[in-house]
Nanobody, 126 residues
Framework: VQLQASGGGLVQAGGSLRLSCAAS????????TGWFRQAPGKEREFVAT????????RYADSVKGRFTISRDNGKNTVYLQMNSLKPEDTAVYYCAQGALKGTIRTMDSPSVYDYWGQGTQVTVSS
């Protein structure tokens, strides 16, 4: 599986961006696709995840109500719509795929994901 993240950029606080994660290769029906982010000097942080069928969705508390994850399986693409952006959302955003191991809460951990994209930079100015 190859993942290609795109859509990052520079935006003012309060603005919006939509990230895309395009997948190629095999995509198993049990795989979740997640978004993580990493700011300079910080650990990689869970943002959101979605099941292959779209029914299983989970968000980090820090983005609930502002970010929306969705997918179009016909296009093999997962999206992250980011609204009301804040300077603290500035980071490199990565998408990843992994099989569900246990409950959806387990998908918060980067270690359960098997495949990673290259990352796209999101910068929010104040």
């Amino acid at each position: 599986v190859q993942l290609q993240a795109s859509g990052g950029g520079l935006v003012q606080a309060g603005g919006s961006l939509r990230l895309s994660c395009a997948a190629s290769g095999s995509s198993f029906s049990s795989y979740y696709t997640g978004w993580f982010r990493q700011a300079p000097g910080k650990e990689r942080e869970f943002v959101a995840t979605i099941s292959w069928g779209g029914r299983g969705i989970r968000y980090a508390d820090s983005v609930k109500g502002r970010f929306t994850i969705s997918r179009d399986n016909g296009k093999n693409t997962v999206y992250l719509q980011m609204n009301s952006l804040k300077p603290e959302d500035t980071a490199v955003y990565y998408c990843a795929q992994g099989a569900l191991k246990g409950t959806i809460r387990t998908m918060d951990s980067p270690s359960v994901y098997d495949y990673w994209g290259q990352g796209t930079q999101v910068t929010v100015s104040s």
